[in-house]
T-cell receptor, first 113, second 114 residues
Framework: GDSVTQMEGPVTLSEEAFLTINCTYT??????LFWYVQYPGEGLQLLLK?????DKGSNKGFEATYRKETTSFHLEKGSVQVSDSAVYFC????????????FGDGTTLTVKP | DAGVIQSPRHEVTEMGQEVTLRCKPI?????LFWYRQTMMRGLELLIY????????DSGMPEDRFSAKMPNASFSTLKIQPSEPRDSAVYFC????????????FGNGTRLTVT
């Protein structure tokens, strides 16, 4: 079945540091890939997505590239801020899976001033 | 677009009581999902609907849990009787039936069963 494996946390960085959160997936066909972010007390919200190989999703300074050859979708940001502290989830969905998404376990990021 | 609306935001109840959680999805979305989130088990899919029809309820923990979607703008998740181990944050999410459509989550209902 489908699966998503993401880097275990928690991750603690200083402000302005470079961020990478690794995400790899297992799925048949050509899934769409997503990063969601969850701030304290809120639901998950879409951060960025990519729907085909070599696509780059980007938003709020975050980027991730759909790499089919390595089945990866790593999240990166060049300079993190305290306000980026949150839980980040990698996820995939397939058209043939009737709308159902598969989520990773989430990675908690804390950015210190 | 008001987003996915869940109520109540917080619910505290005693063991054995019935609990009903409510969700209004985004208008026009085809799918509706109920998730549960705990520290121990993370994010779990309980059940989802397509065009108001339940598609997969294999994640519903046991017969104490039931979900309905009587129309395209409303869904409920009911727990009867509730138990302390049901304490969690319950999220409702909705999406379009299109390639690459993301889930839109509500802000959740934090349930505490004492």
């Amino acid at each position: 079945g489908d699966s998503v494996t993401q880097m275990e946390g928690p991750v603690t960085l200083s402000e302005e540091a470079f961020l990478t959160i690794n995400c790899t997936y297992t799925a048949t066909g050509y899934p769409s890939l997503f990063w969601y972010v969850q701030y304290p007390g809120e639901g998950l919200q879409l951060l960025l997505k990519a729907t085909k190989a070599d696509d780059k999703g980007s938003n709020k300074g975050f980027e991730a590239t759909y790499r089919k050859e390595t089945t990866s979708f790593h999240l990166e940001k060049g300079s993190v801020q305290v306000s980026d502290s949150a839980v980040y989830f990698c996820a995939l969905s397939r058209d043939t899976n009737a709308g159902k998404s598969t989520f990773g376990d989430g990675t908690t990021l804390t950015v210190k001033p | 677009d008001a987003g996915v609306i869940q109520s109540p935001r917080h619910e505290v109840t005693e063991m054995g009581q019935e609990v009903t959680l409510r969700c209004k999805p985004i208008s026009g979305h085809d799918y509706l999902f109920w998730y549960r989130q705990t520290m121990m088990r993370g994010l779990e899919l309980l059940i989802y609907f397509n065009n108001n029809v339940p598609i997969d309820d294999s994640g519903m923990p046991e017969d104490r849990f039931s979900a309905k979607m009587p129309n395209a703008s409303f869904s409920t998740l009911k727990i009867q009787p509730s138990e302390p181990r049901d304490s969690a944050v319950y999220f409702c999410a909705s999406s379009f039936d299109r390639t690459g459509s993301p889930l839109h989550f509500g802000n959740g209902t934090r349930l505490t069963v004492t």
